[in-house]
């Protein structure tokens, strides 16, 4: 590692794109002191930014075009120069990066588990018949649908502090939050239960943060690659592959998460219908070092496993929807 470290001469300069969250800036603050850590002559600036994910609050993300909404901005900044790298949470970066970007490192995952937050209640199993439950994720609507059927799911959108603001003014009895950005935002005391995987599976690379830049720039690969976390790595191009397979949008419930153990890794995928009614899973263990294809194997595993219905019942709602969709820009 020290070798590496030696071999790489940073430029005097590097400037981070972020968005403004609290969160995104405690990320790129984190990348920056590990940077500034490796490279103690190299002067980085922070670039605060706001999405037009960040604008728009409120409809769901899955109805005003998704991820990319979140990262095109910090993409922008790049092309035009004004940043070296951007950092995002990874889970909300596209799973095809537009030509002439590409993601130079991704860090050691954080706790990857939805979290259950509330000031009334322990658990969802708690909940009363009709308690309002928060959450815009398809996924986790769906995952608490098919478990839950008596709780009632409403549309909570906005970064972590609007999200928990919401809570405490009363307007849902509890909400749904990645773990990760509560640990991060220092307030994992707003955790009432952290949900196993078998209960609420997570989304593709929740809680792994990673850096984008622009492809070509060998300078900067070498320059992060201390900070690239391997195993963390390989389960997220899984998690990553399996949501490709099914069109990389988030307008269907999709969970994959993938956990590795030396040189094995263990892959488990979820499909569902938004209502929860229908619901198709698959797992498998395979090589640590081919990813792709372990991912590959459990999408066609769910392909055969009523998943093309289940995308039909997807698209169907989605083009229902449609008349709320707003052009991308
Ligand atoms: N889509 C919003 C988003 N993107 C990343 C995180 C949390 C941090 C992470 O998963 O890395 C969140 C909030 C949430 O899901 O509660």
Redesign the pocket.
């Known amino acids: 590692m020290k070798e590496r470290v030696l071999k790489v001469s940073p430029p005097a300069k590097l400037v981070i794109a972020s968005r403004e969250s609290r ?1 995104a800036m405690w990320q790129a603050e984190h990348v920056r002191a590990r940077l500034a850590t490796l490279y103690p002559q190299c002067h980085i600036d922070i670039l605060g930014m706001t999405t037009r994910g960040d604008q728009i609050l409120d409809r769901t ?1 899955s109805k005003v075009g998704g991820k990319g909404l ?1 990262v095109k901005e910090l993409e922008v900044a790049i092309s035009e120069g004004r940043a070296d790298l951007a950092v995002h ?4 970066v596209p799973m095809e990066l537009p030509d002439g970007f590409t993601l130079a490192a991704i860090l050691e995952r ?1 706790d ?1 588990r939805d979290a259950f937050v509330s000031n009334d209640y322990a658990s969802l199993e708690d909940l009363p018949p009709g308690a309002i439950v928060g959450t815009s ?1 398809l996924r986790r609507q769906a995952l608490i649908a098919a478990r839950f059927p008596h709780l009632v799911i409403r549309p909570l959108r906005g970064n ?1 502090d609007t ?1 928990l603001g919401k809570l405490d003014r009363g307007e849902y009895a509890g909400i ?3 773990a ?2 509560l640990k ?1 935002l220092g307030v994992p005391e707003r955790i009432r239960i952290a949900m196993a995987p078998e209960l609420s599976l997570p ?1 593709p ?5 990673a850096i984008e830049i622009k492809s070509g720039r060998d300078d900067l690969i070498a320059l992060l690659a201390p900070l690239d976390h391997q195993a963390t790595s390989q389960a997220v191009r899984a998690e990553r592959t399996v949501s490709l397979a099914f069109g990389g949008s988030c307008q269907i419930p999709l969970a994959a998460f993938a956990t590795v153990d030396g040189e094995q890794m263990f892959l488990r995928a979820m499909v569902a219908t938004p209502d929860g009614s229908r619901v198709a899973s698959a797992e498998a263990s395979g090589p640590a070092n081919a990813p792709e294809l372990l991912g590959q194997h459990v999408a066609e595993a769910l392909q055969g496993r009523d998943a093309e219905a289940i995308l039909e019942v997807c698209k169907a709602e989605a083009a229902v929807e449609g008349s709320e969709l707003i052009p991308p820009q």
């Open positions: 969160l993300l979140f949470s990874l889970k909300d954080e990857p994720s972590l999200r749904i939050l990645a990760a950005g991060r989304a690379g929740q809680g792994a943060m």
